[in-house]
């Protein structure tokens, strides 16, 4: 009967303790997630003076091709003048490989092949937060930049239409200034669920 007593007690403590490990974790503090990595920045593009329009939907990034290339950079929102970041350490070339765009410092080549290159007085300028910059797609982007990349023969004028031109919205998707009323932030629902690396919008 003892025997039987001590083993009836040995199932109850072990029952008891297999509930305690199960629930323990819920009952001790939870250790602080850094915040995801989220950055964005401005740019234009100018092609023999003429804006580049990127506001196209294959330009875009959704639950369907946010992989691979578009995992840590692109754009959203049928907006073509904000680069979402999720990483440190991007360059715009990375960027614009992952839409299918070549840029170095002698070509730009769109998607479909048609390319700008260095010929005599036409050339590829690049400006970053207004200043001249020949880093071209070894550029790493950074919070708020504003870049521009203009491909011709433009006065210095037309260069500064150009830099002024460029949006400064950037900063709303950074929650760095107040949005205007009625911006949706179509992020918070286009990103893949569960995978923090991409899906990291508020």
């Given at each position: 009967?003892?025997?039987?007593?001590?083993?009836?007690?040995?199932?109850?403590?072990?029952?008891?303790?297999?509930?305690?490990?199960?629930?323990m974790p819920s009952f001790l503090p939870k250790k602080s997630q850094?915040?995801?990595?989220?950055?964005?920045?401005?740019?234009?593009?100018f092609l023999e003076g003429v804006q580049y329009n990127f506001n196209q939907s294959k330009y875009m990034t959704n639950e369907s091709n946010e992989i691979g290339k578009r995992q840590f950079v692109h754009l959203h929102d049928m907006n073509g003048g904000v680069i979402h970041l999720h990483a440190s350490n991007i360059t715009l070339g990375m960027f614009f490989d992952s839409?299918?765009?070549k840029f170095n410092s002698t070509c730009f080549v769109l998607d479909d092949g048609t390319s700008y290159c260095n010929?005599?007085?036409?050339?590829?300028?690049?400006f970053v937060n207004g200043v001249q910059s020949?880093?071209?797609?070894?550029?790493q982007l950074h919070d708020l930049d504003k870049v521009l990349i203009s491909y011709g023969n433009d006065s210095?004028?037309?260069?500064?239409?150009?830099?002024?031109?460029?949006?400064s919205d950037a900063c709303i998707y950074s929650e760095?200034?107040?949005?205007?009323?009625g911006f949706f932030n179509n992020e918070s629902v286009s990103c893949v669920g569960g995978q923090a690396t991409v899906c990291s919008a508020k």
């Amino acid at each position: 009967m003892k025997k039987q007593n001590l083993v009836i007690s040995a199932v109850i403590i072990l029952v008891i303790l297999g509930i305690l490990i199960y629930f323990m974790p819920s009952f001790l503090p939870k250790k602080s997630q850094p915040p995801p990595f989220h950055e964005h920045a401005n740019f234009a593009l100018f092609l023999e003076g003429v804006q580049y329009n990127f506001n196209q939907s294959k330009y875009m990034t959704n639950e369907s091709n946010e992989i691979g290339k578009r995992q840590f950079v692109h754009l959203h929102d049928m907006n073509g003048g904000v680069i979402h970041l999720h990483a440190s350490n991007i360059t715009l070339g990375m960027f614009f490989d992952s839409i299918g765009v070549k840029f170095n410092s002698t070509c730009f080549v769109l998607d479909d092949g048609t390319s700008y290159c260095n010929s005599g007085d036409n050339t590829l300028k690049m400006f970053v937060n207004g200043v001249q910059s020949y880093e071209y797609d070894n550029l790493q982007l950074h919070d708020l930049d504003k870049v521009l990349i203009s491909y011709g023969n433009d006065s210095s004028q037309n260069i500064q239409n150009q830099i002024s031109s460029i949006p400064s919205d950037a900063c709303i998707y950074s929650e760095k200034c107040p949005a205007p009323p009625g911006f949706f932030n179509n992020e918070s629902v286009s990103c893949v669920g569960g995978q923090a690396t991409v899906c990291s919008a508020k």
